[in-house]
């Protein structure tokens, strides 16, 4: 399976940007689909994830009240962005695994990541 993410642009702070990742096969209610994030010379760090069977989500507490995971139909999860900030700048990247976990090596599907850049 791949997943293709899209959305993402130049906005200001305090605007929204709503990321797309479509995947090429089918989403199973046992998947869990997330979103992670990587700024220039900082690793990889988990944003939000869902459980596609329960839509049971979590994020992390950088982003909690500002982004929403969720389903954009049967083959798609989207990544709504708002009150942007400029530390929220970075390559964003979707995944697929199993597991309902914050970590980077639980998922084993990965997208090739979408650049947000917001302006101060």
């Known amino acids: 399976v791949q997943l293709q993410a899209s959305g993402g642009g130049l906005v200001p702070a305090g605007g929204s940007l709503r990321l797309s990742c479509a995947t090429s096969g089918r989403i199973y209610s046992s998947h869990v689909m997330a979103w992670f994030r990587q700024a220039p010379g900082k690793e990889r760090e988990f944003v939000a994830t869902?459980?596609?069977?329960?839509?049971?989500s979590n994020y992390a507490d950088s982003v909690k009240g500002r982004y929403t995971i969720a389903r954009d139909g049967p083959n798609a999860v989207y990544l709504q962005m708002n009150s942007l900030k400029s530390e929220d700048t970075a390559l964003y990247y979707c995944?697929?695994?199993?597991?309902?976990?914050?970590?980077?090596?639980?998922?084993?599907?990965w997208g090739q990541g979408t650049l947000v850049t917001v302006s101060s």
């Open positions: 995944t697929r695994g199993l597991q309902f976990s914050t970590y980077a090596r639980d998922y084993d599907t």
């Open positions: 869902m459980r596609w069977g329960t839509q049971r």
